[in-house]
């Protein structure tokens, strides 16, 4: 994966193709392949954190980032041809939100170059979301001088969290079925349940979030993972 030099202009940088994939593991799952395939694409430079999902929507997850999609779609191809049955998907850039360009480059640069996963943020969520378009909460009929002001006031909340939450925004208009991915990492599932349920009290939450379907679990390993999850080899 590419990394800039302090004279780049960080906004004028391209997003990092970002892949989620959710699986369910049946026996027939081989982990021989299935991990050679995540290391061969993080050899290639690209990054993948694997985690296990509770509940019923899926068993296994992979999120990938890495300079090219057609990288990331070669590590799906090999997931699923280790026997993982691929549930549900997500598919986004990072990006630097327009509401944030006056923030340090640092910071700017941790939105666009993430470094992941975290360092004993183990707690894992995903969900989509979207601006809401409806007569009277039109997200994107706002002056952007108001929404600017709105999401300061939604960052202000999100910055409470720091050491125990690291967020991840990856932007998906045209690419999928919502406008921005949403990955969390906490201390625990409990700090990733209270930032959530804080964060929708802000006006850019409480009037104008959609949000689809929420995917959580741990991150690991991802051969232990896969031979706990019940998967062969």
Known sequence: MTTEGDDVDVAKLPGLAVLHLFFKVRETVDVGPATIAITECVTAGNQVVAAEIYGHKADFAVT??????????????GLVGAGLDLVSSYVSLTEVSE???????ATLLARLRPQLPPDSLEAYCFYPMSKRRVQGD??????????TKLMIEHGTTGREFRGRILQLVT??????????GVTLF????????ECVYQMRFDEASARFAEFGPFYVGAVGNPEHLLRSLGARG
Not at 64 to 77: I, K, M, P
């Open 138 to 147: 039109n997200w994107y009929q706002l002056p952007f001088e108001e929404r």
């Open 64 to 77: 990938a980032l890495g300079d090219s999609f057609a990288e990331l779609r070669h590590l799906q191809t």
């Open 99 to 105: 509401y944030a360009m006056g923030a340090p480059r």
């Open 186 to 193: 906490g201390r625990t599932l409990e700090d990733v349940k």
């Open 171 to 180: 932007g998906s208009a045209g690419l999928d079925d919502y406008e921005w």
